[in-house]
Each structure stands twice: as structure tokens, then as C-alpha cells.
């Protein structure tokens, strides 16, 4: 078994679009049924920004669900995001253990793995775990995922950190990505279906458009 050497510091510990794969698991009605870790609604907010900032990247994404026929179809909010893309149905617990979602990984080249997941501190932590273990960096997208209580999350998060995976909340992924603000093109796609979902940043940004439209206005 071949295990991660990639840094824990220094600019190759960071994410580059380049670099990355999204997993984005089991964001399915059943899994919010009993998410009680967060507020609902901020998790799905969540999930659809940093959905929305892989497209802007090109950032291959996987969207995979559990037994879908019972828990239900990918929030429509997320599958509106690739609405060409069928997300892989398993039955597997374990996403790492449906061999579907591996060789969809293999196929890319890439090692640095992004992912969120419903819940965090089984269908989160089974795949980041084995993942870690077979030689890949796994970045966990903490705010984009949840449990069925807040002590499951956090001790999801606790175990996936002693095996060598990285917490990371999911404006952040999208900061690592951009890491220029004169990427003028990606910062503009940013600005336009990303940051609406960040609260008031997001609003702040809308006004300052607006302004900037009005001035523009006045000027012509």
C-alpha cells in the first residue's frame, strides 16, 4: 500500500484547479432527514457554492448517491449545477468501495481529492480514510457535509485528521482555486453564480455591481 508524501505546509500543501477532483456524496433527502449537525439550508447553500466553483474551474466532479430508488435523487439544486450528469447510484456504504467512483478518479490523473459528503462521520470518513491510505490527498469540505448530531461530525472530523485528512471549509476551496484576483475571467464567473451564496459578501458584491452599473449608466 502506498501512502501520501505529498506536503503539509508550504504552496504544494494548497489546491490548485489543476490538481483537484470533487466527490460530492449522498446530498440526497433521505441524508437531510436526519442532519442535525447544521442548519439544513446552510449545507445545501454550501454544497451548490462549491458545486458552482468547480464549473467555473473545470474542476472534474463526481456526484454519486446511496440506494437513490429509496433515499432519493440528488437535491435538485445540486444536480441543476451538471444537469447533463447522472450522479453514480451505489449501494455500497463506503463510496471508495464502488469501483464505478474509483476508475471515474483514475481516469482523471489527479490526486487531490475535495469532498463532502452526507454524513460526515460515515459516508465522509470511510472514503476520505481509504483514500488517504491508498496514496491520495483528501481534503474535507466541513461545511459542505454534516451529521446526525454535532458530536458525529466533529468526531468525523477528529478521526479523518488522525489519518492524514485535511479539513477545509468550502469558500476556501474556492479561494485556493482563484488565488489571483487578475484571473479576471474565473474572478468574474466567481462573482456572477458563487459568491450570491456567501452571505453578505455576496450581497455586498451585488450593491457594488449595481453601483458600478449605475456609473457606467450615467457615463454612456
Given at each position: 500500500?502506498?501512502?501520501?508524501?505529498?506536503?503539509?505546509?508550504?504552496?504544494?500543501?494548497?489546491?490548485?484547479?489543476?490538481?483537484?477532483?470533487?466527490?460530492?456524496?449522498?446530498?440526497?433527502?433521505?441524508?437531510?432527514?436526519?442532519?442535525?449537525?447544521?442548519?439544513?439550508?446552510?449545507?445545501?447553500?454550501?454544497?451548490i457554492?462549491?458545486?458552482?466553483?468547480?464549473?467555473?474551474?473545470n474542476?472534474?466532479?463526481?456526484?454519486?448517491?446511496v440506494?437513490?430508488?429509496?433515499?432519493?435523487?440528488?437535491?435538485?439544486?445540486?444536480?441543476?449545477?451538471?444537469?447533463?450528469?447522472?450522479?453514480?447510484?451505489?449501494?455500497?456504504?463506503?463510496?471508495?468501495?464502488?469501483?464505478?467512483?474509483?476508475?471515474?478518479?483514475?481516469?482523471?490523473?489527479?490526486?487531490?481529492?475535495?469532498?463532502?459528503?452526507?454524513?460526515?462521520?460515515?459516508?465522509?470518513?470511510?472514503?476520505?480514510?481509504?483514500?488517504?491510505?491508498?496514496?491520495?490527498?483528501?481534503?474535507?469540505?466541513?461545511?459542505?457535509?454534516?451529521?446526525?448530531?454535532?458530536?458525529?461530525?466533529?468526531m468525523?472530523?477528529?478521526?479523518?485528521?488522525?489519518?492524514?485528512?485535511?479539513?477545509?471549509?468550502?469558500?476556501?476551496?474556492?479561494?485556493?482555486?482563484?488565488?489571483?484576483?487578475?484571473?479576471?475571467?474565473?474572478?468574474?464567473?466567481?462573482?456572477?453564480?458563487?459568491?450570491?451564496?456567501?452571505?453578505?459578501?455576496?450581497?455586498?458584491?451585488?450593491?457594488?455591481?449595481?453601483?458600478?452599473?449605475?456609473?457606467?449608466?450615467?457615463?454612456?
Amino acid at each position: 500500500m502506498t501512502m501520501t508524501t505529498a506536503p503539509r505546509n508550504g504552496l504544494g500543501a494548497l489546491l490548485t484547479p489543476q490538481e483537484s477532483v470533487l466527490i460530492l456524496i449522498d446530498h440526497q433527502p433521505f441524508q437531510f432527514a436526519n442532519l442535525h449537525s447544521h442548519e439544513p439550508m446552510m449545507i445545501v447553500n454550501n454544497v451548490i457554492g462549491l458545486a458552482k466553483a468547480a464549473k467555473v474551474f473545470n474542476v472534474p466532479t463526481i456526484l454519486t448517491t446511496v440506494v437513490e430508488d429509496r433515499g432519493g435523487k440528488l437535491i435538485k439544486g445540486l444536480q441543476d449545477v451538471f444537469p447533463d450528469q447522472k450522479p453514480i447510484d451505489r449501494t455500497w456504504i463506503n463510496t471508495w468501495e464502488d469501483a464505478r467512483v474509483v476508475d471515474a478518479v483514475k481516469k482523471t490523473g489527479r490526486k487531490k481529492l475535495v469532498m463532502a459528503a452526507l454524513w460526515t462521520e460515515i459516508c465522509l470518513a470511510m472514503p476520505s480514510i481509504q483514500a488517504v491510505g491508498e496514496g491520495y490527498d483528501v481534503y474535507a469540505v466541513t461545511d459542505a457535509s454534516g451529521g446526525v448530531s454535532a458530536e458525529a461530525h466533529d468526531m468525523g472530523i477528529r478521526r479523518m485528521m488522525m489519518a492524514g485528512v485535511m479539513p477545509i471549509t468550502w469558500l476556501a476551496v474556492a479561494s485556493e482555486w482563484q488565488r489571483d484576483w487578475a484571473r479576471q475571467d474565473s474572478a468574474m464567473a466567481l462573482g456572477e453564480t458563487v459568491l450570491p451564496h456567501t452571505g453578505a459578501t455576496g450581497t455586498s458584491f451585488a450593491w457594488e455591481l449595481q453601483l458600478l452599473g449605475q456609473k457606467a449608466g450615467v457615463g454612456a
